[in-house]
């Protein structure tokens, strides 16, 4: 199977575009995605940007923190600085925490530490054993993404870059969709216009199928941590994935369809963000659309 662009062999199927690429060429197909995206999330207008990136240590926060870096390494306008939240999760987190060090390391960037334990004071391993019944993700996700709108604040930073790739993104999508949840899919990242106390998100990979990624960071050398959540296999998310990956079987190009469904919804989508009332935290002070947030009321329960 020779490269659709050029002679040499190929190593990747594009089935959405009917393409085989070598090597060179899925490099330059990916970045091209990637710098298109951050051209159309990010506004350049300030004197000096201040980016933090939340990286775990995985394949997906990895490149994007490689590819941040490798766009604007050297430019005095734009300041990088990354940090990962260490949930608590025994077995798993370490790994990854020590590839995230490692990397930033490498790449001269700052790195810090949020953790559950000195937080919240408590862990998700504790969470999960003091209560069997629930479904970790829904406990670990508010929590996540309370830490990392609290330490990007922290950072005084101007955008919060996630490595959020095409197929986490198109499950997200329809996740939203499958539960009539129209006023958080208005809100879905990434965000254009700022709120107050909340640090703008944005997702360079957003565009990027996750086996690219993966291949990304094999062609480019990129260390990453390959371990997985022991949570994992509880998460809703895993039928929203089954899902999406038979619908790309017989119809590729199926996650594509629903990142642009996403986006040609946003002018209209715009005006029912706003419809939710967004109010203060009466105990953490952070934006919430009830009078005890998410993350508080799990806390506290």
């Not at 394949?59 to 939240?85: P, Q």
Request: with cysteine; net charge neutral; proline share 4%.
């Amino acid at each position: 199977m020779k490269c659709s662009r050029c002679n040499k062999n190929a190593v990747y199927e594009a089935r959405y575009s009917g393409e085989n690429l070598c090597g060179e060429h899925l490099l330059i197909s990916v970045e091209r995605r990637i710098k298109k995206e951050v051209r159309e999330q990010i506004n350049f207008d300030k004197p000096v940007l201040r980016i933090s990136v939340a990286i775990s240590g995985g394949k997906d926060s990895s490149v994007t923190l490689y590819v941040l870096n490798d766009l604007f390494h050297g430019r005095k306008n734009v300041s990088l600085e990354a940090f990962t939240i260490d949930e608590g999760i025994e077995g798993y987190r370490n790994s990854g925490l020590e590839s995230a060090r490692k990397m930033c390391s490498e790449l001269d960037i700052p790195h810090h530490t949020v953790s559950f334990r000195d937080t919240f004071g408590t862990t998700m391993d504790r969470i999960v054993v003091d209560n069997p019944d629930i479904i970790p993700c829904s406990r670990c996700g508010p929590m996540r993404r309370h830490l990392m709108n609290d330490e990007s604040i922290a950072l005084n930073s101007d955008y919060v870059a996630l490595g959020i790739n095409l197929d986490d993104y198109s499950q997200s999508i329809l996740m939203n969709v499958a539960r009539g949840d129209v006023i958080r899919m208005s809100r879905m990242a990434p965000h254009y216009t700022a709120r107050d106390g909340l640090v703008r998100r944005i997702l360079p990979l957003r565009r990027i199928p996750e086996k690219e990624v993966m291949l990304y960071a094999v062609l480019r050398g990129i260390e990453f941590d390959a371990s997985w959540c022991p949570y994992y296999e509880k998460a809703q998310r895993n039928s929203f994935r089954e899902v999406l990956e038979i619908m790309e079987e017989r119809s590729p190009g199926t996650k594509f369809a629903m990142l642009n469904f996403l986006d040609g919804l946003r002018p209209v989508l715009g005006s029912v963000s706003n419809e939710g009332n967004i109010r203060k935290c009466k105990v953490c002070g952070q934006p919430t659309s009830r009078e005890i947030c998410a993350t508080c009321s799990i806390v506290e329960n």
